[in-house]
């Protein structure tokens, strides 16, 4: 046999060969005149190294990618990278002590630049690598880098779209800030984690009348500071109960739960009515007195620290069926004060510091000084009670620091007029699984006007440029244009360098630019059209776009698919894709989110170093699509183990055509037995199969279908015609199943199956150079014989029974016996293999009949029965030693058997032949000597085997 499966030698000699002969290359080469198919890249950040989700979602993206090659097509696939925002900047930060944006500042902006594209330009190249290493075949050199001027462009170009359609502008909002980061985030960029808070039940007394109030429930005391109003439902039912000496004002379904069952106090209902009686109901702010601010609210806004009504955000699930409304601290309380004329008030600072008009509170940072404000409330005579409770809070997707709300001055994209539209299009972009199409359904239906700005440094400059002195603004859409408005444009777009370009204004002042950059969901959503060059090029915009395929985890549908909708609809005025692939998220074998602290994190370097790349490739891309996935890595090593069974199998055809002196020649269907209808069948079925599951993107249906056929080469065709005379027949049936095997598996596997590839075309004279440039195979539907796989699958089973039979009663299936008896419920399909079934189980006779299932044999071992079954125990120790002395299958050597044990003549010649014996002696007592020789004890026999070259 051939050399064992070395993964570690078999990967780099594929990719030294990829690289010595171009073949990625010569594959684009080979279609570049086929039909276009746009592969978009989403791209992976450039802040670290390669990691176990990574490698998952590229080696898919790369089986997609693959396929499309084989079958012709002209296949766009650009590498593409994220690289401007937090994550790099604050990797830059740690390598240079910095801490915040005024450490920034004494370093020097433009160092700080320097440093950063420096930083995420290594680690593209490194991420090349990595994936190059994984098998992932993409267009690195030419890859899209949000940090070069052309993308930095084509993000302009989107801006000046959305002006032109009256879709940009400047607002005021209340925004998720990360106080850590000291930048408004986007509502994608939220990672909503679960927490326990303390919640606060607290009065606020009804104005002008002597012990009334309104009770209200927050898990956020520092926003009471921001409170303007208190929300009620007008349809709901509330009563104003009486507890002791003062009424409360509570949601009727929430009376007992809370005054009993929080606040453990008796109560009696004095009056009930629906919460539109309570419109316009004025009440007083427990600080009034000590934050000066609040009158001057109240009297440029009457209705603030009154009720209003809400149906949307008000209901009896929990708290008291009134809530707390702070428009300065939240996306539903700022619609509400939008309705009434309630400004969204809220003077954080940008770390989320209470400045020094909040009074006593100055200083207090949000969330983190919660108890010090409920203690304030508590020495103020409103606390009622504190409770814990656990919920979900949005963190910093980036750092992990619970957010806070906070009033800023934002430029966004005006986007929500545009939902029908968007989910008129997700209606025809393909989704896999199709439950993707409605979770992305779901959240277009939510969509907000995205915030389009940061107040950073490392990112896309902001194009607009504003008047010093009629505050008018312009956007300029491209260098080209910037360069007829100032004269002159930097080499390098990013801060500080575009912020020295000024230019005049019409009343004469002079435009500068605002100092904001963009959010970085404005790269990703702008790569669609900046992968193609555009809109510098149209050529290979109008050819490919939109994209035909994309492929990301199922946090992307808020994420990336979300962005690249609604900057294509923006844009372009269409969707930027056609097809998603949806995958799951990566866990642990206890399904817990792999982190640091819990010391649960895979390495793909890990899995690569011990397994191989096509094993993470193999396992990891079976999992199926939406879906998470519990890593095992005693999963990780069954795949590993069916690798070398596929090896094996390439092993076996070498072996037996170089045994034979034979080469594989085209099948003559006249000559094939059963085992070769049955194989051939499974071939082109899985085929035909294989290729339907391809074109639907069902991807991770592919590699379990091929396994389960080579598997089934291995495990039952070889076993079939392991005697079979006919050894050019043997080798023409499995010559057609390891070739197409090799090239439908390609896309998956690509280094297995170029291994495999190179050494087949060494020994056979294959054409093509390497098995990526093959073209998919076509399967022959007229050898697909779904009867013939139904016979060989009952006689499988019927096998599987009869030798489970033989090992209760303890004989192996060398040992020849008379009869077994099986019981079935189809016994005219297993009669059709009866003669597979006795030599697969090794009796002379079977019997068929139809009843419960169940087996009967024959135990009695005749003397002829036990003289067959010596023979075959001898042959295999004999095959054994030669294993042992590296002896190939034609081999010819001396073989001396030492034994008291007579075999009767008949069987000599045939042993002979099968231990590849050019002298066979069977002697009471030899001196015969070798290194290679063994002794055994069967039934009470004594032997010694001798191998003499």
């Not at 299009?425 to 199409?437: D, L, M, S």
């Not at 004469?508 to 959010?519: F, L, N, T």
């Not at 994420?559 to 995958?583: C, D, E, Q, R, T």
């Amino acid at each position: 046999m051939g050399k064992p499966y070395d993964f570690k030698e078999v990967e780099a000699q594929v990719l030294k060969l990829w690289e010595n002969k171009n073949i990625y290359q010569k594959v684009k080469d080979k279609n570049k005149r086929g039909k276009p198919f746009y592969f978009l890249q989403g791209p992976p950040y450039t802040s670290g190294k390669l990691h176990i989700a990574h490698a998952w979602n590229n080696s898919m993206k790369d089986l997609a990618m693959r396929y499309k090659r084989m079958k012709g097509f002209d296949v766009w696939d650009r590498a593409g990278y994220d690289m401007h925002g937090l994550p790099t900047a604050r990797k830059v930060m740690a390598l240079h002590k910095l801490k915040m944006k005024e450490d920034i500042e004494k370093f020097g902006v433009a160092n700080f630049i320097k440093e950063c594209i420096k930083f995420s330009s290594e680690k593209a190249e490194l991420m090349n690598k990595d994936l190059w290493r994984l098998g992932v075949w993409m267009d690195y050199k030419n890859a899209y880098l949000p940090i070069k001027n052309e993308f930095i462009e084509a993000e302009w170009f989107l801006v000046k779209k959305a002006e032109e359609q009256g879709r940009l502008y400047e607002g005021e909002k209340t925004m998720t800030w990360c106080p850590n980061c000291a930048t408004a985030m986007a509502k994608h960029e939220c990672d909503y984690q679960e927490i326990e808070d303390d919640s606060i039940f607290m009065k606020f007394k009804v104005k002008a009348k002597e012990d009334e109030y309104l009770i209200i429930w927050t898990t956020t005391p520092w926003t009471i500071v921001f409170n303007l109003a208190i929300m009620v439902n007008p349809d709901i039912d509330y009563v104003k109960v009486e507890v002791g000496k003062e009424k409360l004002i509570v949601a009727k379904a929430l009376a007992g739960v809370f005054i009993q069952g929080v606040a453990n106090k008796k109560f009696k209902i004095l009056e009930e009515f629906k919460g539109s009686k309570l419109e316009g109901l004025e009440y007083e702010h427990p600080w009034n007195n000590k934050l000066p601010f609040y009158k001057e609210l109240k009297k440029k806004h009457p209705k603030v620290h009154t009720v209003v009504l809400s149906t949307e955000y008000v209901d009896v699930s929990s708290g008291t069926g009134l809530v707390h409304c702070a428009p300065g601290c939240g996306p539903e309380d700022y619609e509400v004060g939008y309705k009434n004329n309630i400004p969204p008030f809220n003077n954080l600072d940008e770390h989320g510091v209470f400045p020094k008009e909040a009074g006593k509170f100055a200083g207090l940072e949000a969330r983190k000084d919660d108890k010090k404000f409920t203690e304030e409330l508590k020495k103020n005579g409103v606390l009622i009670a504190v409770t814990k409770v656990k919920h979900d809070y949005p963190h910093c997707e980036r750092c992990s620091t619970a957010v806070v709300f906070r009033k800023t001055k934002q430029w966004f994209f005006k986007v929500e007029d545009l939902k029908e539209e968007m989910i008129k299009a997700n209606q025809e972009i393909y989704w896999v699984p199709k439950a993707g199409q409605n979770a992305f359904h779901s959240w277009l239906d939510n969509l907000r006007d995205n915030s389009i700005t940061k107040q950073r440094y490392w990112g896309t400059p902001v194009p607009i440029w504003r008047c010093n002195k009629c505050k008018a603004y312009e956007v300029i859409g491209s260098a080209d244009e910037l360069k007829k408005r100032a004269g002159e444009v930097p080499d390098n777009l990013h801060k500080p360098w575009i912020d020295k370009v000024t230019f005049k204004c019409k009343c004469g002042g002079v435009m500068k630019r605002i100092p904001d950059i963009m959010d970085v969901w404005i790269d990703a959503g702008s790569a669609s059209w900046s992968c193609l060059y555009y809109p510098q090029r149209t050529d290979l915009f109008k050819r490919f776009f939109p994209a035909d395929f994309i492929l990301e985890a199922k946090e992307q549908v808020r994420g990336w698919f979300n962005l690249l909708m609604v900057a294509s609809m923006i844009a372009l005025k269409k969707p930027s894709f056609k097809a998603v692939y949806m995958h799951g998220m990566l866990t642990d074998v206890e399904g817990q989110k792999m982190s640091k602290s819990l010391g649960n994190i895979i390495s793909p370097y890990e899995l690569i170093d011990k397994h191989g790349a096509d094993t993470l490739r193999y396992y990891m891309g079976e999992t199926k699509p939406g879906v998470d996935m519990n890593f095992s890595w005693e999963e990780a090593k069954l795949r590993f183990k069916n690798l070398q069974v596929l090896w094996n199998v390439h092993n076996y055809l070498i072996d037996l055509t170089t045994t034979y002196k034979l080469k594989p020649e085209k099948i003559d269907t006249r000559k094939i037995g059963l085992e070769e209808k049955y194989i051939l069948s499974r071939l082109y079925s899985i085929m035909k199969e294989v290729e339907e599951r391809q074109e639907k993107y069902l991807l991770n249906e592919l590699t379990p279908l091929i396994g389960d056929l080579f598997l089934d080469l291995s495990r039952d065709y070889i076993q079939f015609v392991r005697d079979k005379k006919d050894k050019q027949l043997v080798v023409n049936a499995l010559f057609e199943c390891l070739i197409n095997i090799v090239k439908i598996l390609a896309p998956n596997l690509p280094f297995i199956t170029e291994a495999i590839y190179q050494n087949l075309k060494n020994e056979y004279g294959l054409k093509e150079e390497s098995v990526h440039l093959c073209s998919w195979p076509a399967h022959n539907e007229k050898m697909i014989n779904p009867s013939v796989e139904e016979e060989v699958r009952v006689a499988k089973e019927a096998i599987s029974l009869i030798l489970a039979k033989r090992e209760e009663k303890g004989i192996g299936v060398r040992w020849p016996l008379a009869r077994a008896e099986i019981f079935i419920d189809n016994p005219n399909v297993l009669k059709k293999t009866e003669e597979l079934v006795k030599k697969q189980t090794n009796f002379k006779k079977l019997l068929v009949n139809k009843g419960k299932t169940k087996v009967e044999i024959d135990t009695t071992l005749t003397p002829s029965l036990e003289q067959e079954g010596f023979a075959r125990e001898i042959i295999r120790r004999i095959q054994a030693l030669r294993k042992k002395a590296g002896l190939k299958r034609n081999d010819r050597v001396r073989v001396v058997i030492e034994t008291e044990f007579e075999l009767e003549k008949q069987y000599f010649e045939e042993l002979k032949e099968k231990v590849g014996a050019s002298k066979l002696e069977f002697t009471k007592k030899s001196d015969a000597k070798s290194e290679f020789e063994s002794k055994a004890e069967v039934r009470k026999k004594k032997f010694r085997f001798v191998i003499i070259k």
